[in-house]
């Protein structure tokens, strides 16, 4: 089961680089291993922005909110989500 | 796995009184087969509008889709769709 | 009488990690509380975010902006309510 | 238990003057009778609009519903409702 | 001559309980004078939020801004003004 | 008493080229008597659009909701009015 | 290179079954060759909407709009173009 | 002095294709008219829209309203325009 | 030629009152010199907000920028500017 | 390949003047190496506001989002990207 979700970060201005870059490196680790197990299928960066377009792959809305509400940098993102379905002329 | 669908009913112009009762009694029929198989969960009238708040209890994302392009008004009705989780507060 | 609410929580960068747990705490207090007295119906969590969508059976507007107002999280929650009528196609 | 309502009005190309004529005068006259029962509290125009301001004082969301959809213009109108409480600074 | 203003109040984080206190009672006393002089005609608390709902009856536009840029909490608050006019169903 | 109006004019597909040149040179002589008057200070064509800024002068809400709504194309027109006051930085 | 497109389709109140029929047909076709080519990577359909999300590899903003504005259905769409990079985190 | 114009075509369902074509045909010659005169700087299509982004090099408001409002296409044309002016780091 | 401004003031929170005095003392001075040379031709009170509604008549887009830009409360103001043209119905 | 970006600057107000210089004295020094490259084709400020409207000449998506996170005031923009293609009239 598909979901396009759609993220946009931002920092608060209080954090340090060090800060930043420790949730940087969070994330990274824990997106590539959801990545790995196939539920993350697919992550680009929106050109000229600190956001990205993702696709999940899913068993249920819970498990959706289970990983998006666990990313390490989850309190700074603003995350729009796309229920999908199949379209009858995908091949 | 729960859905709340926002739904806004518009009928063409060039319809006649005739086929939009026509329209609302086979959606009337198809929306109370789908309450008693339990999938349709609540229907409420929003106060002031020709539209309703739904919640739906489906087993994919798939199976949403179906349900709601299904539904003889589909065609003149705009639905928004938002995914639900279980809340930690709930009881 | 029936009301959607939809509720988004924004804590101030200021509130340190324990005000925030304090002020859940007393929240899901709050909420269990008007869950068993049967004025708050339903509550979800909404996908990807720190929101919800509620259900609300209270006799007048009064008594809901008394129980909305008088959420501990209250200050840090934007609402936006729609009054619920009886929708003709419900069984 | 008072509401606001806003009301823009946009009747259809194809009606005629006279069509419109006739749905104005009925509009007029459910109009005033709810007026004098005391649950249409006031109206007014908005300026440089067809659409108004509208004060409703009713028993509740069921009963606005049916006042709102009971007018002879209803298809025609545009209504956002806005529940209302009392004011703590209100004499 | 009449007015609606939607006000919303947003106080900054940097306020004490006390500055937000003080503010509010100020706010009560030069509202109830306005409302006892007859330009204030009636103000409703919105459901959910930290807003109201206001009638003013005023001579002109440059009354009315003299009394919402003189409400002690007007550095806090966002005014959205609609001039309005006498309804022709009105009676 | 002075106000700003942003209007839009757009005409039904169905009206023909004759009804669009009758109703312009209708608004034209309303408008320039209005302008003549004192009443209407101002009227600018927005670049690239078919609107206008215009600026009015006027003794009350009431008289500039008839000035608007007898223009000959009212019907066609979507008009945004922003009450005005003295800045006090004017000369 | 790869392109988020978000399409929704509309087609006019005065298209027959049969030629939105026959749209839809030629649609399928060359959706489906595009599909085969590689330059169509993804079609998913929007849950609730007659709308889809679509996933591009090609090698200009030219060939991205010479594929959007050949789509048979190209008339009836409105199109969101998003343009993607590589994400850091991308596996 | 320079502006950006973004452009979006929308003709109405009643043209016919000769009409449209006919109308595409006058807007070229008099687009590459000006294009040739300089004052149309440059034109581009927008990515999956039958819309363009343009920049015009004119001596005044006037001269661009004039220009934009004798396009042939304009009736069916909704222009956005952003006056601009010299950037400091322009080389 | 003439464009409208319309201008909202937002001071940040860490301003002192006296900082915010003096910046609308500059302002003051700045302002009304520029209404006296005649290129600042109108400026009034936008109701209910620490906002105005401007009209100017300069040579240029670039003249413009730069007397908007030389506003001691540039910093603090966000500016919407609309370009304007004579209007066919002006006398 | 072109692209429009149209970029708003907000610099957050912790930051002092010498910061604010320094990032764009750094930001010029960049813009300025990739207009003489030819990638950055041109620059405009827009009248009334701290952004600018840029066309782009790159060789692919990617290409474009370094340049545009490569900017020293990149966290401080809010970047929009519209994908161009050639248009039919250009000359």
Chains 1, 2, 3, 4, 5, 6, 7, 8, 9, 10 share one sequence.
Do not use: D, W
Request: proline letters at 5%.
């Amino acid at each position: 089961m598909k979901f396009l979700c759609q993220m946009q970060v931002t920092f608060p201005e209080s954090m340090s680089p060090e800060e930043v870059a420790q949730k940087q490196a969070e994330e990274k680790e824990y997106s590539q291993a959801l990545q790995r197990s196939g539920e993350f299928e697919a992550i680009y960066r929106v050109v000229g922005k600190y956001a990205n377009v993702s696709i999940f792959e899913v068993e249920s809305n819970q498990r959706l909110h289970e990983i998006l509400s666990g990313f390490p940098m989850f309190p700074y993102m603003s995350i729009e989500t796309t229920a999908l379905a199949t379209h009858p002329n995908a091949i």
